[in-house]
């Protein structure tokens, strides 16, 4: 039963890619689009089977398919492990998935190759879902390297742009960098515990005596290499921004939702190990700081709306980071699900007004669409207040949580944090400003079709709202469901919880009042003054910096990419012909020799008599001396 | 029933379709190879069931030479590896016309006859006699019915001849002194000399000579790049899907158990070289602007993983070798393939003038693709299994060893998918290019077939494999 309930939920995906991909075309869009829709629904209703399963009995089920790799000392099998983390990361992977397909069936309807758009994106949850539900490391990668496998094709949907497709390679090759950091940390633990499996692990690792702590941190930093390039962290976040050219759904749910999820999700699924990697836990927390705010500085300035929410996005993920660096697993996860709702909503909305206005990106040129689209305006701006923390919004308490752990463990990265949430709320409300107020600066044709979108586009919008809006009741300070529903996972007692005393209040006020005070600037300079942001050619200064990104694709570009192919040139022109010519040349070397020594055959007896005498008075004398 | 049948399906197979005529020859040499499939098939089930189906026959009596053939698991593994390439190769050729068919397939039997001895020989001078036998067909296929500037084509297929057959000779010069000692070329014979220090490392040292050059090992991989290029697709993926093969399976079945103290006293010498090869591979690859040369050096950079895996000298590193052997030979034919079906179409490689082809033939990207993710060893894909297995072996000889080699993963990545969108994407090209034939469908889903299968499910390969690897590796560890 529980077998077959957990290949349900893997291979309804699978089932609907694989319609998608041979009748896709013959089926028409619609029913392609439902198809695949259903085929998500599918396994969301199956998550909450499993989710009711769960809560009731506590217990995770495992189930084991066959072996699959054998390496000596390892036996990797194909299983799967359904427990409080997996099913939860499951419902809002299956949940927020539904709703995007939904969405996508009127977003795509007008592209001709929307079967294909469902057929990856049922790819995707058929790998993300692979990913949560593994029952080991190896199992997570094939999710891993499956997702980012679908990352490419979807950012790469329009391939008849080149830039696109630069933007899915990027990616998937900033990807692979992280992948060969879980590899090592993989092979390292491998061979430590000679186990990959997580149930096992954590048992290996609670009875071993004498740990090789140093080899146990370097396994857990090799693992976070890994988490950076799925989620975006310094130093390899710089394909998530440019991932934006996919479908809009496609931010929405994978590169904002769930995808770059997957490192916080690996991170907590193993927090036996980094529990015990505690200087490696400092650099998770340093590096998530460090990523929140220098993500938000850049999204201060950007002028493109899926740009300022890929680089909130890379701020939000820094603050989760920097909660998993204190060991605050249940505070990431919370936070990743109230993200999870707030930066759907964000990225559907945001992909209603590029509808709307036939592809216009640049708020420049946006304004005024309050009045023309109302739904799509309020439900972005709830998600707006959520991820800028007023209260009693999700984000609210999930951001309140994550700053509060940081107080206790480090000012200075509370300060980084509280910085970074104070711009957080200054450019999402710029966002907003520019795009839902005073007048409309589009074109007069744009002016003359702006219309609400269609049904199926404002119903996701609608439930995400209510979710962002909601979202933080399942983790209330001094009350969270979530963290004693998580309780089983970690191994220490939940003792960290805070008391809501004085400082705690005061934390919370600080940071409301943060907020507030982002927002309030955006209004000032967007609303009251009624800027707008320059054209490209006249920024300059500090402002120029932020928005070229701080040049660091630049700089990778100079630092790595240029070098590789400088030396591939190298190789191909010099070292190749060099060895050739040496191989060539000792077979000319051969010939030359053959060539001399045939000149000596000169037919002459007399040079023959002579050479053999000569060679005869050689031997005598060499017997005559040697004795 | 024993192996020989193989041999004598193939060698027949030759002869009748060369006497069968042009018209024939290729639907003949198509029945003759899928009967040695078939046949091989039959076999692993007798082996399966327990039975020997091994032979040993006197055959020379001064200086003592048999007709020994070994079939054990690993020789069957690569059996299978050729008779099941050999018809996809053939049948891949279906839609070119070659003049004087009859001798290009016969010739194509031949040669899946002296690889296949090459695999199954268990005695030292039959197995250079078969060896030796491999290059005279694909020298030919490559002269005769290559492609580009005649003078240049004999230029490069000369100096590839000459190159592999100046490396064997170093290999025979090695047996003799073996034959000396041992008074024997048989194999298990072999495995028994005892040979001083010195002696084991002048013998590993002619016997790496012959196999670096053959499959290729950088600094000895100067013949490749050209060879594959001035070849006709089919003797490109009779070379690099089989015939390298044959350097790499030698390694693990003749030099390591014959030189074991040398193979121990320098492994980490030829792990580093294998490697290097994996890095210089894939960089050269990066700026190729021919389709075929960079198939060619990728090609370079994966036997280099897997060279690195068999010096490790453990379970797992020959585990994973020959796991990765197999899953290369099928993932380089299907390359090879799509870039003979690009040819077909558009008759240029140079990768500058290719592109827009995705939008006009949605089949063939989608299979196109999964080559290239496949060859890029992406999970769920059998080439996955062998370089996870080689890279964790690396991993447990010294870390860095599995770090360096695994930039495999970021730099192949690179170089394929830069290919993939320069051969492929953009804008719609302004030539059509028609979607796959039939014919050439079934061979690339062939292909792709067991390349997943074995991706989900390697278990039959390892279990098959698995213990002639323990014996051989018990040989190593005896001395």
Redesign the interface.
């Known amino acids: 039963m529980d077998t077959n309930l957990a290949l349900v939920l893997v291979l309804a995906p699978f089932l609907g890619f694989l319609i998608n991909v041979f009748f896709g075309k013959s089926l028409g869009k619609t029913v392609s689009g439902f198809i695949g829709t259903a085929a998500v629904a599918i396994s969301f209703i199956v998550t909450l089977v499993l989710f009711n399963q769960i809560t009731s009995t506590g217990k995770g089920i495992e189930v084991t398919l066959f072996d699959w790799i054998q390496i000596s000392n390892l036996k990797i099998n194909l299983g799967f492990l359904l427990d409080q983390l997996s099913v939860l990361w499951l419902l809002f992977v299956t949940g927020i998935g539904s709703l995007i397909h939904l969405y996508s069936i009127s977003y795509m309807h007008d592209d001709e190759n929307m079967h294909k758009f469902f057929a990856y994106l049922n790819l995707f949850v058929f790998f993300m879902i692979t990913l949560v539900i593994g029952s080991n490391l190896l199992v997570l990668f094939i999710g891993w390297e499956g997702v980012g496998l679908c990352s490419y094709l979807l950012i790469g949907f329009w391939y008849k742009n080149q830039d696109y497709n630069d933007a899915a390679k990027k990616a998937f090759i900033m990807n692979r960098i992280g992948d060969l950091g879980l590899l090592i940390g993989m092979f390292i633990i491998g061979s430590m515990f000679s186990t990959l499996d997580y149930a096992t692990l954590k048992t290996a690792i609670a009875g071993a005596a004498n740990l090789n702590l140093p080899l146990l941190s370097l396994a857990a930093l090799c693992l976070f290499i890994g988490a950076c390039g799925k989620s975006a962290q310094i130093p390899l976040y710089t394909w998530l921004p440019d991932a934006m050219a996919g479908p809009t759904p496609v931010s929405a749910l994978i590169h904002a939702a769930t995808m770059v999820t997957a490192g916080i999700f690996m991170v907590t699924r193993l927090n036996f190990v980094f529990d015990l990697a505690v200087d490696v836990q400092t650099v998770i927390a340093v590096i998530g700081a460090i990523t929140s705010l220098v993500a938000a500085t850049i999204g201060l300035v950007q002028n493109d709306i899926k740009k300022v929410l890929a680089y909130s996005t890379v701020s939000q993920l820094g603050l989760m980071f920097l909660a998993l660096g204190f060991g605050a697993y249940e505070v990431a996860v919370f936070h990743v699900i109230t993200h999870a709702f707030f930066k759907a909503c964000l990225f559907l909305g945001s992909g209603s007004v590029i509808h709307g206005l036939h592809g216009e990106q640049d708020m420049r040129n946006m304004g005024g669409l309050r009045k023309a689209m109302p739904i799509t305006f309020w439900t972005m701006l709830i998600s707006s207040l959520a991820i800028s923390g007023v209260p009693f919004f999700s984000g609210f308490f999930s951001k309140d949580e994550i700053l509060l752990t940081a107080f206790h463990h480090s000012i200075p990265l509370y300060v980084v944090g509280s910085v970074a949430s104070i711009m957080t709320a200054f450019y999402m409300f710029r966002l907003m400003f520019l795009t839902f107020f005073k007048e409309f600066r589009g074109t007069e044709e744009q002016k003359h079709h702006l219309h609400e979108s269609g049904a199926l586009i404002t119903f996701p919008l609608m439930i995400l709202a209510l979710l962002a809006t909601f979202g933080g009741l399942i983790s209330l300070p001094g009350n969270s469901w979530l963290n004693e529903y998580l309780a089983p996972l970690f191994t220490k007692v939940a003792g960290e919880e805070h008391h809501l005393g004085t400082t705690e209040y005061t934390l919370m006020g600080v940071a409301v009042l943060g907020g507030l005070l982002g927002i309030l600037i955006a209004y000032i300079k967007y609303f009251k003054q009624d800027n707008v942001p320059e054209a490209d050619e006249n920024i300059t200064g500090l402002t120029k910096v932020l928005y070229n990104k701080y040049y660091v694709d630049e700089a990778y570009e100079a630092i790595f990419v240029r070098p590789v192919n400088a030396l591939s040139r190298f190789f191909r022109d010099y070292i190749e012909t060099g060895l050739s010519a040496v191989v060539f040349g000792l077979g000319k070397a051969a010939n030359e020799l053959a060539f001399q020594g045939k000149k000596l055959q000169t037919g002459s007896i007399g040079l023959y008599l002579f050479a053999f005498v000569l060679g005869l008075c050689a031997i005598v004398s060499y017997i005559f001396l040697a004795q | 029933m024993n192996v020989s049948l193989i041999l004598i399906i193939l060698l027949v197979g030759a002869f009748i379709t060369y006497f069968a005529g042009d018209k024939l020859a290729s639907k003949v040499a198509l029945f003759f190879s899928l009967a040695a499939l078939g046949c091989s098939v039959v076999l692993l089930n007798h082996f399966n069931t327990g039975e020997n189906i091994s032979l040993i026959n006197a055959w020379i009596n001064q200086p003592k030479i048999s007709f020994a053939l070994n079939a054990d698991g690993l020789a069957l593994a690569m059996l299978l590896l050729t008779t099941a390439l050999t018809p996809v190769i053939i049948f891949s050729s279906f839609g070119n016309e070659y003049k004087n068919a009859k001798a290009f397939y016969a010739l194509i039997l031949f040669m899946a006859f002296a690889m296949t001895g090459t695999f199954l020989a268990a005695d030292g001078l039959l197995y250079y006699i078969f060896w030796e036998l491999a290059l005279v067909p694909i020298y030919f296929i490559a002269l005769i019915w290559g492609n580009g500037d005649a003078e240049e084509r004999r230029k490069a297929v000369v100096?590839f001849f000459?190159?592999t057959l100046a490396g064997s000779l170093f290999m025979l010069t090695a047996f003799i002194y073996l034959y000396q000692k041992a008074g024997s070329f048989l194999i298990e014979d072999l495995y028994k000399v005892q040979l001083s220090a010195c002696e084991q490392l002048w013998i590993f040292l002619a016997f790496f000579l012959a196999y670096a050059i053959k499959i290729p090992i950088i600094?000895f991989?100067?013949?490749q790049?050209n060879v594959y290029q001035k070849a006709p697709t089919v003797g490109t993926m009779l070379l690099s899907g089989i015939m390298l093969k044959m350097g790499l399976y030698s390694v693990i079945r003749w030099q390591l158990p014959i030189a074991p103290l040398a193979a121990k006293e320098y492994m980490n010498i030829f792990i580093a070289l294998g490697i290097a090869g994996v890095i210089?591979g894939s960089?050269?690859?990066?700026?190729?602007k021919d389709l075929k040369k960079l198939l060619a050096y990728s090609s370079l950079a994966h036997v280099g993983l897997i060279a690195a895996g068999s010096y490790t000298l453990?379970?797992?590193g020959f585990?994973g070798a020959v796991l990765q052997m197999i899953a290369h030979g099928f993932v380089v034919v299907g390359l090879f393939y799509a870039a003979e079906i690009i040819y077909r179409r558009f008759e240029t490689r140079d990768i500058a003038a290719l592109g827009?082809i995705?939008?006009q033939s949605p089949k063939f990207t989608?299979m196109f693709l999964i080559l290239v993710?496949a060859s890029v060893a992406?999970?769920?894909t059998f080439n996955f299994?062998g370089e996870?297995?080689v890279?964790?072996s690396l991993?447990?000889i010294n870390?860095w060893f599995?770090?360096l080699g695994?930039?495999t993963?970021?730099l192949g990545?690179?170089y394929m998918?830069?290919m993939f969108?320069n051969v492929m994407?953009?804008?719609?090209n302004s030539k059509t290019f028609a979607d796959v034939s039939i014919n050439e469908g079934i061979s690339l889903a062939a292909i792709i077939a067991v390349l997943i299968f074995f991706g989900?499910?390697?278990?039959p390969i390892?279990d098959l494999i698995?213990p002639s690897l323990e014996t051989i590796l018990n040989v190593i560890n005896k001395n």
């Open positions: 100096k000459i190159y600094p991989h100067t013949w790049a210089y960089i050269v690859a990066l700026r190729q453990t379970l797992d585990r827009g995705r939008a989608s993710l992406l999970p769920t299994i996870f297995t890279l964790y991993s447990q870390i599995a770090v695994g930039t993963i970021i990545a690179y998918l830069k969108q994407l953009g804008e719609t989900f499910y390697p278990k390892t698995t």
